[in-house]
């Protein structure tokens, strides 16, 4: 009971999955920096408790969140960091990503239909708006903008390869994971999927395996990785991007009303007030010498100005 949720192994993405479990269960909204604060199973217990019973009378009741209908506007904080951290670290001479986010699957058992998966990412996409949308710097207001785009089959890339060993698959997924001309945040191609096909290269074989690529299949032991640019995905996402595709997949539907999207978010982001965590970083540095405190570490490029 008085055990520490991050002594016993826990972590942050965790933590966002019981703030998210506890706000299901709890009409009242819940500050999740709390849970934070206070990382015990019987603090959590003296937590709800106090929500459930309103004891603190005198808290301001918060805005409830609501879908906005938009298909336009400010980027949040999260984006914008990305963004901006892409601009500045990466040009059109350098085209090595860190954000590129590849989830490998093989396929166990049976066989996959390839066309109903392409019609199930599409279901999914079009759940998800975060998955299509663009990032552009608008001159005129001097600030990022969001834009959803259609759903369509250009929206995202998807690609099949016929390889022979696995030694040829480790250096497609090292491209996965580097490659930074896969994705195009300005277009909202944030997301592509690409299918790996195990063949044998032997010349007895090629009308099987001609055979083979012409069949609207995955067979057992074949690959799957479904890339997503950080930008629009993130640990928490997988769980969520993997239950809406096996239901799209197996019943041929999906449900695409969500009561508020990523964009909605950002916008409400905008709104919040950013007092408390202003005096955190000030009472943080307090105190702290500018000059005595930099690090000599070695850069690669000399600063042509400075303050």
């Known amino acids: 009971m008085n055990s520490n949720f991050f002594a016993l192994g826990g972590n942050s993405l965790l ?26 199973l019987r603090e959590h217990i003296q937590l709800l408790n106090d929500r459930n019973n309103e004891v603190k009378e005198d808290e ?6 609501k879908s906005l209908n938009i298909n336009k506007g400010f980027c949040s904080y999260a984006q914008e960091r990305i963004w901006l951290d892409e601009q500045i670290r990466f040009d059109t001479k350098n085209d090595l990503a860190i954000y590129n986010i590849p989830n490998v699957f093989r396929v166990m058992s049976g066989t996959l239909s390839i066309s109903r ?12 708006s975060i998955l299509r949308t663009s990032l552009n710097y608008d001159r005129d207001e001097q600030c990022l903008r969001q834009h959803i785009e259609p759903t369509n089959n250009e929206i995202y890339s998807f690609q099949v390869s016929s390889i022979p060993s696995k030694d ?8 996965e994971e580097t490659n930074g001309k896969l994705f195009d945040l300005s277009m909202g191609r944030v997301f592509r999927c690409h299918l790996i096909r195990f063949c044998s290269c032997s010349s007895n074989d090629n009308d099987e395996e001609s055979s083979r690529t012409a069949v609207d299949l995955l067979n057992d032991g074949d690959l799957i990785i479904f890339n ?22 197996l019943t041929n539907k999906l449900d695409t009303h969500l009561s508020l999207q990523y964009i909605d978010y950002s916008q409400y982001e905008r709104k919040m007030s ?17 000059q005595e405190g930099q690090l000599q570490l070695p850069y690669d490029n000399k600063l042509l100005f400075s303050n």
């Open 15 to 40: 933590m966002m999955k019981l703030f998210y479990l506890y706000q299901t269960q709890n009409t009242k909204q819940m500050n999740i920096t709390l849970l934070f604060k206070l990382a015990t």
């Open 60 to 65: 301001q009741e918060e805005e409830e969140w």
């Open 117 to 128: 998966l392409r019609q199930s990412l599409l279901l999914v996409i079009e759940k998800h």
């Open 168 to 175: 040829d698959f480790d250096e497609i997924l090292l491209n």
């Open 228 to 249: 997503f640019h950080h930008v629009a995905f993130d640990g928490s996402s997988t769980e969520i991007f993997l239950k809406d595709l096996k239901e799209a997949y």
């Open 274 to 290: 950013m007092d408390d965590a202003r005096k955190y970083w000030q009472h943080l540095f307090d105190g702290y010498d500018e």
